[in-house]
């Protein structure tokens, strides 16, 4: 194994891992998740977690928590800031001083782009990115691209389409810096209102062939992944203009019949209704499956996080 980049740094943005980082993680998820319960639980043990989720969450939180689990460390946060001293008026910055005073990694989600640097810059203790604004989820595409991996069997040659709310996921945006370390197509699939920020992938434009569509079956045949976005109503400055969009796309066995047989469905989730219920039992639907690697992986993020040879 080389070095371990990540021991005792943030993990913020995924433009801060090259392609020799991101593989480092996959093989240390591979070799952690088929560690030894005993072993594994060495990784974590006495080590806290603490986690501060100022927007919802299922995933994120709890696949970090069941990592840490694993570990053999525990966890601690808030996941309600009502239910903490936010609701009085606390700063971001005093609440991640505080928390840092408490455990040895710091997971937090926050609704304003740049929210984890300036977090990372005040504790003491590594911070993970669990989602920033419409910015990042750095942790969501390494969970994305290991998926690929585990289920095509690569990364390298896939034709990807990324389709639905290419203007508020955040998901995608670090979806598509992490893809640019691969020689994939990607072809983004959205309303017009809900196109892709151009500036925030300026520094991706070139290394990465980008096509732009409105029409899923315009591509449909050729994809070897469709990755599906929920339409961000939260985000929207005004629901009407939700409304207009909402229910544009749906997975469902109608668009099976015309992909390729082999097709893979993935979602970051939650789904609301861009996914058909009736596709889940499919082969096509890894979405489930995606969530489960989600806790693999962050349990070696962990690892590697808190020490500095973990395998
Ligand atoms: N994918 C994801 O971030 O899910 P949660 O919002 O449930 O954490």
Same mark, same amino acid.
């Given at each position: 194994?080389?070095?371990?980049?990540?021991?005792?740094?943030?993990?913020?943005?995924?433009?801060?891992?090259?392609?020799?980082?991101?593989? =480092?993680?996959?093989? $240390?998820?591979? +070799?952690?998740?088929?560690?030894?319960?005993?072993?594994?639980?060495?990784?974590?043990?006495?080590?806290?977690?603490?986690?501060?989720?100022?927007?919802?969450s299922t995933r994120t939180?709890?696949? %970090?928590?069941?990592?840490?689990?694993?570990?053999?460390?525990?966890?601690?946060?808030?996941?309600?800031? +009502?239910?903490?001293? /936010?609701?009085?008026?606390?700063?971001?910055?005093?609440?991640?001083?505080?928390?840092?005073?408490?455990?040895?990694?710091?997971?937090?989600?926050?609704?304003?782009?740049?929210?984890?640097? =300036?977090?990372?810059?005040? $504790?003491?203790?590594? /911070?993970? &990115?669990?989602g920033?604004?419409?910015?990042?989820h750095?942790t969501q595409a390494?969970l994305d691209?290991?998926t690929?991996?585990?289920?095509?069997?690569?990364?390298?040659?896939?034709?990807?389409?990324i389709?639905g709310d290419?203007?508020?996921g955040r998901t995608v945006?670090s979806l598509?810096?992490?893809?640019?370390?691969? &020689?994939?197509?990607? !072809?983004?699939? $959205?309303? $017009?209102?809900?196109?892709?920020?151009?500036?925030?992938?300026?520094?991706?434009?070139?290394?990465?062939?980008?096509? *732009?569509?409105?029409?899923?079956?315009?591509?449909?045949?050729?994809?070897?992944?469709?990755y599906v976005t929920r339409?961000q109503? *939260?985000? =929207?400055?005004?629901?009407?203009?939700?409304?207009?969009?909402?229910?544009?796309?749906?997975?469902?066995? &109608?668009?099976?019949?015309?992909?390729?047989?082999?097709?893979?469905?993935m979602h970051p989730m939650p789904r609301? *209704?861009e996914?058909? !219920?009736?596709?889940?039992?499919?082969?096509?639907?890894?979405y %489930?499956?995606q969530a489960?690697?989600g +806790?693999?992986?962050?349990?070696?993020?962990?690892?590697?996080?808190? &020490?500095?040879?973990?395998?």
């Open positions: 194994m080389p070095n371990n980049h990540l021991y005792d740094h943030d993990i913020v943005s995924i433009k801060d891992f090259t392609k020799q980082d991101l593989e =480092f993680i996959f093989r $240390s998820t591979d +070799k952690i998740s088929t560690l030894r319960p005993n072993e594994k639980s060495e990784l974590g043990k006495g080590r806290t977690l603490g986690y501060i989720f100022y927007e919802p939180r709890m696949s %970090f928590e069941a990592a840490m689990a694993s570990l053999g460390g525990s966890s601690i946060g808030i996941f309600d800031p +009502k239910s903490s001293s /936010i609701e009085k008026g606390e700063s971001l910055a005093d609440t991640i001083r505080i928390i840092d005073l408490y455990s040895d990694v710091i997971i937090l989600r926050h609704p304003l782009d740049g929210s984890s640097r =300036f977090a990372g810059e005040l $504790s003491r203790n590594p /911070i993970i &990115n669990a920033s604004g419409s910015e990042e750095p390494m691209l290991y690929m991996l585990k289920e095509k069997k690569k990364i390298n040659n896939l034709t990807i389409g389709v290419l203007k508020y945006y598509l810096y992490a893809l640019a370390n691969y &020689n994939v197509e990607v !072809h983004l699939i $959205s309303p $017009s209102i809900l196109g892709i920020r151009k500036e925030s992938i300026y520094d991706i434009r070139k290394k990465l062939k980008l096509y *732009e569509h409105s029409q899923l079956e315009d591509i449909l045949p050729k994809l070897d992944v469709i339409i109503r *939260e985000r =929207f400055p005004d629901i009407q203009e939700y409304e207009k969009v909402k229910g544009t796309y749906t997975i469902d066995n &109608n668009i099976l019949t015309k992909a390729k047989p082999d097709v893979s469905i609301m *209704e996914i058909s !219920h009736s596709i889940d039992d499919t082969n096509n639907a890894i %489930f499956k489960a690697y +806790k693999e992986l962050r349990a070696a993020l962990l690892a590697l996080v808190l &020490n500095e040879n973990p395998i």
